[in-house]
């Protein structure tokens, strides 16, 4: 029996990961503009591979509000609680609150029952660079990265990589530096994060969603982050409505 239960682990996560050397879309980031892009573009009948560094997809909604698990989001995104069966209750002023847990539980099953591949403790330290484009990206076990240890790491290909990775925006940071290239900002660079203001922010986040990039695609935080938005802090909605806004884009490049 124990080896049974180690070859069925084993098998299957490979076949997994074979099938998922080469896709249409590779999403860093289980964030929820992430998972709600990773979902949608599955939906759509593309190949999707989400990396996620931590152990616990999910992004920042866990912790709600200074850990009071509750967050925010607003009228107009309830449609994309309700594609992932998620409850809510009404805050009033066009407000509602949505127990933090089960927003994102609800994302993670969401998007896995689309049939996207989601990969978790697995980090993205690289881009692939071809032909002046993103073509992919270069993973390893983030326990490795994080103890430093000298392991040659793994490619996967893709048509498109969205950068889901919130505040540090962490793909168009290494294509900015590593690749040298220009993105679609003000400054043609990383512009950064401003602080606090919850309105501009909530806009700006869904704004600043788009293609910085041949082949690279900006979500949620990160968009922000990139073309110098505000922080919003517990609201979501914007969040949501970023994933579903880049998925479109997306799927309007690859067909």
């Known amino acids: 029996m124990e080896e049974q239960i180690s070859r069925a682990i084993i098998e299957r996560y490979f076949e997994k990961l074979r099938k998922n050397l080469a896709v249409d879309v590779v999403v860093v980031g289980a964030g929820p503009s992430g998972m709600v892009a990773s979902a949608d573009l599955a939906k759509a009948g593309k190949s999707v591979a989400l990396f996620e560094r931590k152990l616990a997809p999910g992004g920042g909604i866990w912790g709600g509000g200074m850990l009071f698990n509750e967050v925010v989001i607003q009228e107009d995104t309830i449609s994309i609680l309700d594609d992932f069966g998620v409850s809510y209750h009404p805050a009033g002023d066009g407000l509602f609150t949505a127990d933090s847990v089960e927003l994102a539980a609800g994302l993670i099953l969401g998007a896995c029952q689309t049939g996207v591949s989601l990969f978790n403790s697995v980090s993205v ?20 990265t994080r103890l430093g240890m000298h392991v040659d790491p793994l490619v996967v290909t893709a048509r498109a990589v969205l950068d889901g990775t919130g505040h540090p925006s962490e793909i168009a940071e290494l294509a900015t530096r590593k690749a040298g290239v220009s993105i679609e900002t003000e400054t043609g660079s990383i512009m950064g994060e401003k602080p606090m203001w919850v309105e501009s922010g909530e806009a700006s986040t869904v704004e600043n969603t788009k293609r910085i990039f041949p082949g690279l695609y900006v979500s949620g935080m990160a968009a922000n982050n990139v073309s110098g938005g505000f922080r919003m802090g517990p609201i979501f909605g914007g969040m949501l409505k970023s994933g579903r806004k880049v998925a479109g884009l997306i799927l309007e490049e690859l067909g």
């Not at 330290?125 to 490795?144: L, M």
């Open 125 to 144: 330290e690289d881009i692939v660079f071809k032909e002046a484009r993103v073509g992919g990206v270069v993973i390893n076990w983030t326990p490795v």
